[in-house]
């Protein structure tokens, strides 16, 4: 059965998307089955995968049962992608019918995680019913957050949601970690940041990942080529921290 890690924090602008790629690629060329699921929005996951998400079915067509989950999965060079789009929404969940809203997810996905080694999932930058559909069928949650004190507020709130999903729907998800983004070491705001957030950590039973990630073109550019960051550019320097954070992910669940 799958492993799934949700990356997810209601402050836009942190790098979920760019660590829920870095993540996926990163384990796709260790050799694990992986599938990616956006439930952003937005829609830039698939993007950022190398993906043409204007054309096949969204994440929605399965959630609303429309098609079956497999013929939703769509291909990409190193995983499969359940995509979105604008269409996606709280309210297109609160439409569904027969079933727990916030369990919807889990239901739409049992079919297919026997075929995967690990699910990834890119969230909303917010706390809605997506959300929590993310969080309940979870067994990890990663927290990306800029190196800004503004990245810190909020983050108590969504301390909340997720003790709320381990008692009534999750009691298995736990906080694998604290990733911090556009991290300069040698500011002293990113060390004051860095030291608020090994207290969060502490407080939410979990830690700040060693591997800091640094600001860099690359991960920028990558996407525009279509090519995972791996490849478009290994010796950027926020290309080697994001091959970090991946390794240490592994090592920390056990792969």
């Known amino acids: 059965m799958a492993t799934i890690i949700t990356v997810s924090n209601q402050k836009g602008g942190v790098g979920k998307t760019t660590t829920t790629a870095a993540l ?6 260790e050799g694990k089955r992986v599938l990616c699921i956006d439930l952003d929005p937005q829609g830039n996951l698939g993007f950022c995968l190398g993906l043409d998400a204007e054309a096949g079915y969204t994440v929605l067509d399965a ?21 979105s789009d604008i269409t996606l929404s709280s309210t297109g969940l609160e439409l569904v019918r027969g079933q727990r809203r916030e369990s919807i997810l889990r239901d739409t996905l ?6 995967y ?3 990834v ?7 809605n019913l997506l959300t929590v559909n993310a969080y309940a069928v979870s067994d990890y949650l990663v927290i990306p957050m800029a190196s800004d004190i503004l990245s810190l507020v909020g983050l108590s709130q969504l301390k909340e949601t997720v003790e709320s999903v381990q008692s009534q729907l ?3 998800l736990k906080v694998l970690g604290i990733l911090l983004t556009r991290f300069n070491g040698r500011t002293c705001l990113a060390r004051d940041v860095l030291e608020m957030a090994q207290q969060l950590a502490d407080q939410m039973n979990t830690r700040v990942f060693d591997a800091k990630i640094r600001n860099g073109v690359a991960i920028a550019e990558a996407p525009a080529h279509g090519e995972s960051i791996f490849t478009y550019n290994p ?3 926020a290309v080697r921290d994001y091959k970090d954070f991946v390794q240490e992910t592994a090592g920390i669940i056990g792969l």
């Open 24 to 29: 996926a690629a990163g384990l796709s060329m």
């Open 63 to 83: 959630l609303k049962g429309q098609i079956p989950v497999r013929e939703a999965i769509r291909q990409t060079q190193l995983c499969g992608l359940l995509s």
């Open 110 to 115: 049992q079919p297919v995680l026997g075929e």
């Open 117 to 119: 080694d690990y699910v």
């Open 121 to 127: 999932i890119d969230t909303p930058p917010a706390l």
């Open 170 to 172: 999750n009691p298995r």
């Open 235 to 237: 010796r950027s320097s």
